[in-house]
């Protein structure tokens, strides 16, 4: 599904961020790239949907390298969340919900269904459609970036602490709640976090990043057992 050979990123500056990354993500696989602040993680993420460039080597998203495909197509195939999700605090939580929809033109009757049966997939009634994002808990509002990236039904899915700014109790539900959902869902995720207990919980496979580079790419339970 992802596929990243002999990755490197260099800044513009020379700070090399990534360095030769080799890593074969598998379709239906959760990975949590997990590292100190400053170690690539993000670089990592943003080389994926294109929004840095690759400085050498080739990422290959479902066998074509990124650089053959058109950055609309290949962000409307990958779902994007960060933690400053940054939902658009005039239009309600169902036009922030299908925002793709209104980019793609679908017609209302379309976004209004896929708004609807998205929200089901949360712990949320259905009035919230009706709010703005102010009327939302932090929590709330990233259950909804989540959605958000649902929208287009992308086969992959980019998750950048997507709970780091939650109090420890919501994060938690949140975890939970997720990673029922992925299993519903049969996406790929690739989660960065810097949170060892959050990559455990939730990972199928570990990628420990330093400095740049992979130290050990591992399940949870091989990680228990040779940390
Ligand atoms: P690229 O060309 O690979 O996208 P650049 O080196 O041109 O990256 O930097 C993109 C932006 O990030 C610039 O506006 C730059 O000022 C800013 N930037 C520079 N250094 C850092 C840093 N250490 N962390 C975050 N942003 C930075
Ligand atoms: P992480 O997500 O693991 O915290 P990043 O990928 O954001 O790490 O950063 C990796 C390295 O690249 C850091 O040294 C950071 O300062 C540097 N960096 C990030 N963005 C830029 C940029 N736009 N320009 C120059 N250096 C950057």
Redo the contacts with the bound molecule.
């Keep these: 599904m992802l596929e990243f050979n002999n990755v490197t990123k260099r ?3 020379g ?1 090399p ?2 360095k030769n990354l080799d890593l074969k993500i598998e379709k239906g696989e959760f990975v949590c790239f997990i ?10 993420m ?1 080389m994926v949907n294109r929004l ?1 460039d690759i400085t050498d080597g080739d990422i290959r998203f479902d066998d074509k390298s990124i650089k053959d495909q058109n950055p609309v197509e290949l962000r409307r195939s990958i779902g994007y969340v960060i933690q400053q999700i940054g939902l658009m605090p005039h239009m309600t939580i169902k036009e922030n919900i299908v925002l793709v929809g209104t980019l793609l033109k679908w017609p209302k009757e379309k976004k209004e269904q896929r708004a609807r049966e998205l929200l089901k997939l949360v712990d949320m009634p259905e009035e919230y459609l009706d709010k703005y994002p102010h009327e939302l808990s932090g929590g709330q509002q990233q259950r909804i970036g989540v959605l958000r990236a649902l929208a287009s039904n992308p086969p992959l899915i980019l998750m ?1 602490e997507p709970f780091g700014a939650l109090d420890p109790i919501t994060r938690d539900s949140l975890q939970e709640e997720f990673k029922k959902l992925q299993k519903e869902l049969d996406k790929t995720i690739v989660f ?1 976090t ?1 949170d060892m207990d959050e990559a455990l919980k939730l990972a199928d496979r570990v990628v420990i ?1 330093r400095d ?1 580079e992979v130290v050990q790419a591992d399940t949870p339970d091989e990680i228990l057992r040779n940390p």
């Design positions: 800044y513009a500056d700070t961020a990534v590292g100190p602040s400053g170690c690539g993680k993000t670089t990592t943003k840095i950048d960065v810097h990043m740049g």
